[in-house]
């Protein structure tokens, strides 16, 4: 079992580049499928999920090959249309390649899809709005077989504004004659990045970042190159270990534009935010100030994805903190964690009611997911002494050696191999 070790107490300083967003890359890759040429892909992140990822296109024919900081992926071999079982189970974004293999196969046969234990995260709304679209889909045996064979353009409405679903759905129209419209779409910048990124390889979409996202069928997608945007998530978590430790970082690489919820709730907030260009200076030397009230909400709303992250500083914080967690019922694992190293947070239902405390103190801490693994990190770099992460292959999801980035600030962090 791997762990992170970490000697609490030391500030952040430094610059660091930011990765590109796993939350971009994963419905990018499933694309591929659709293209008859090969795709290099730019800043290519090596974590454990874009990595299972091109497991899977592998699975289905595909050749990849990574290079240093790109990957290339030749897709004029993919043949085949079923999903291996044990790759599935690791990774939710497993489900995004069925739109794509029915677009291209007018079949497929995936399994459910697996990734973190957040809570319910049906893929009703993936399947409701293929079936709008003329897909006929059995859930049997713990398999989805589709057939896609009377697939036609027309009009979906997605129930809730759902990315998993709004990017299946784009995927699975690229290739319908005539012009799809997708009603109620979620508006993150990963869904922008696959319209652009198809886009770029021929596809005809309008609309992404909107509620209306329209397709305009075309008869096939080329190769070519692509890099994705960087990984707001990350961002949003190195910003508010420097406001939880205090010192002064710079984020190179950086669209603020899609943190702004975060940069909004961290107002006023005992710390200086300069942005130039694509770089953010955070400037933090005070004890941070709780915030009277967030709720995480779709995109431009505040990410559930950084909710464990600001409740750990504002486990620190001068005074008290709600924060509602609107999208996942049992997003709130981190707590009993967090209360581990002195925490004082009170769980009802969706709420959290946060009582600042001037000092956390280490201890030995379990990550049960990828998100509230790294607000444990976090909690561990400003608790007194020694704290030890365990099971850190959650945050090895979503960050690229977590720990160095963490190092390069100045971070007394290492990673550990325990029996």
Same mark, same amino acid.
């Given at each position: 079992?791997?762990?992170?070790?970490?000697?609490?107490?030391?500030?952040?300083?430094?610059?660091?580049?930011?990765?590109? +967003?796993?939350?971009?890359?994963?419905?990018?890759?499933?694309?591929?499928?659709?293209?008859?040429?090969?795709?290099?892909?730019?800043?290519?992140?090596?974590?454990?999920?874009?990595?299972?990822?091109?497991?899977?296109?592998?699975?289905?024919?595909?050749?990849?090959?990574?290079?240093?900081?790109?990957?290339?992926?030749?897709?004029?071999?993919?043949?085949?249309?079923?999903?291996?079982?044990?790759?599935?189970?690791?990774?939710?974004?497993?489900?995004?390649?069925? /739109?794509?293999?029915?677009?291209?196969?007018?079949?497929?046969?995936?399994?459910?899809?697996?990734?973190?234990?957040?809570?319910?995260?049906?893929?009703?709304?993936?399947?409701?709005? &293929?079936?709008?679209?003329?897909?006929?889909?059995?859930?049997?045996?713990?398999?989805?077989?589709?057939?896609?064979?009377?697939?036609?353009?027309?009009?979906?409405?997605?129930?809730?504004?759902?990315?998993?679903?709004?990017?299946?759905?784009?995927?699975?129209?690229?290739?319908?004659?005539?012009?799809?419209?997708?009603?109620?779409?979620?508006?993150?910048?990963?869904?922008?990045?696959?319209?652009?990124?198809?886009?770029?390889?021929?596809?005809?979409?309008?609309?992404?970042?909107?509620?209306?996202?329209?397709?305009?069928?075309?008869?096939?997608?080329? /190769?070519?190159?692509?890099?994705?945007?960087? %990984?707001?998530?990350?961002?949003?978590?190195?910003?508010?270990?420097?406001?939880?430790?205090?010192? %002064?970082?710079?984020?190179?690489?950086?669209?603020?534009?899609?943190?702004?919820? &975060?940069?909004?709730?961290?107002?006023?907030?005992?710390?200086?935010?300069?942005?130039?260009?694509?770089?953010?200076?955070?400037?933090?030397?005070?004890?941070?100030?709780?915030?009277?009230?967030?709720?995480?909400?779709?995109?431009?709303?505040?990410?559930?994805?950084?909710?464990?992250?600001?409740?750990?500083?504002? +486990?620190?914080?001068?005074?008290?903190?709600?924060?509602?967690?609107?999208?996942?019922? +049992?997003?709130?694992?981190?707590?009993?964690?967090?209360?581990?190293?002195?925490?004082?947070?009170?769980?009802?239902?969706?709420?959290?009611?946060?009582? /600042?405390?001037?000092?956390?103190? /280490?201890?030995?801490?379990?990550?049960?997911? &990828?998100?509230?693994?790294?607000?444990?990190?976090?909690?561990?770099?400003?608790?007194?002494?020694?704290?030890?992460?365990?099971?850190?292959?959650?945050?090895?999801?979503?960050?690229?050696?977590?720990?160095?980035?963490?190092?390069?600030?100045?971070?007394?962090?290492?990673?550990?191999?325990?029996?």
């Amino acid at each position: 079992m791997q762990s992170f070790f970490i000697c609490g107490g030391n500030k952040l300083m430094g610059e660091l580049e930011v990765q590109t +967003s796993k939350n971009a890359v994963l419905p990018i890759l499933a694309g591929c499928i659709l293209c008859d040429k090969d795709v290099v892909l730019h800043k290519f992140p090596k974590f454990e999920d874009t990595l299972t990822m091109l497991k899977i296109l592998e699975s289905l024919g595909a050749r990849t090959y990574i290079y240093e900081n790109d990957v290339k992926i030749e897709c004029e071999s993919i043949t085949n249309h079923e999903i291996p079982v044990d790759l599935a189970s690791k990774i939710r974004s497993s489900i995004f390649s069925l /739109g794509a293999i029915l677009s291209r196969f007018k079949k497929a046969k995936v399994p459910y899809p697996g990734g973190c234990a957040i809570g319910a995260r049906p893929i009703d709304l993936h399947i409701k709005g &293929l079936k709008q679209l003329g897909a006929k889909i059995i859930d049997k045996h713990g398999f989805l077989y589709c057939d896609g064979s009377n697939m036609k353009s027309g009009v979906v409405n997605i129930d809730f504004p759902s990315v998993g679903a709004t990017e299946n759905i784009i995927l699975a129209s690229v290739f319908l004659k005539g012009r799809t419209k997708i009603i109620n779409c979620a508006k993150e910048p990963e869904i922008v990045d696959l319209a652009n990124f198809l886009n770029s390889m021929g596809a005809k979409i309008h609309g992404a970042g909107d509620s209306i996202i329209e397709i305009e069928g075309v008869e096939k997608l080329d /190769g070519g190159e692509y890099t994705p945007i960087t %990984d707001r998530i990350i961002a949003g978590t190195y910003i508010l270990a420097t406001l939880i430790c205090g010192g %002064d970082v710079t984020l190179k690489n950086i669209n603020t534009e899609h943190i702004q919820s &975060l940069m909004h709730n961290l107002k006023n907030n005992c710390c200086k935010m300069i942005v130039k260009g694509d770089t953010l200076r955070v400037v933090a030397n005070k004890r941070p100030k709780a915030i009277s009230k967030i709720e995480t909400q779709p995109y431009p709303g505040f990410p559930t994805d950084l909710q464990p992250q600001i409740m750990s500083m504002l +486990s620190i914080a001068r005074g008290t903190s709600v924060v509602v967690e609107n999208l996942f019922e +049992s997003r709130f694992k981190h707590v009993g964690e967090l209360k581990k190293l002195g925490a004082d947070i009170l769980v009802n239902d969706k709420t959290a009611i946060i009582k /600042g405390k001037s000092m956390l103190y /280490g201890a030995n801490v379990t990550c049960q997911d &990828l998100r509230g693994g790294a607000g444990l990190v976090l909690a561990g770099l400003v608790a007194k002494g020694y704290t030890t992460v365990d099971d850190v292959f959650h945050i090895d999801r979503g960050y690229y050696h977590m720990e160095k980035d963490l190092q390069q600030l100045g971070a007394n962090i290492e990673r550990i191999t325990k029996a």
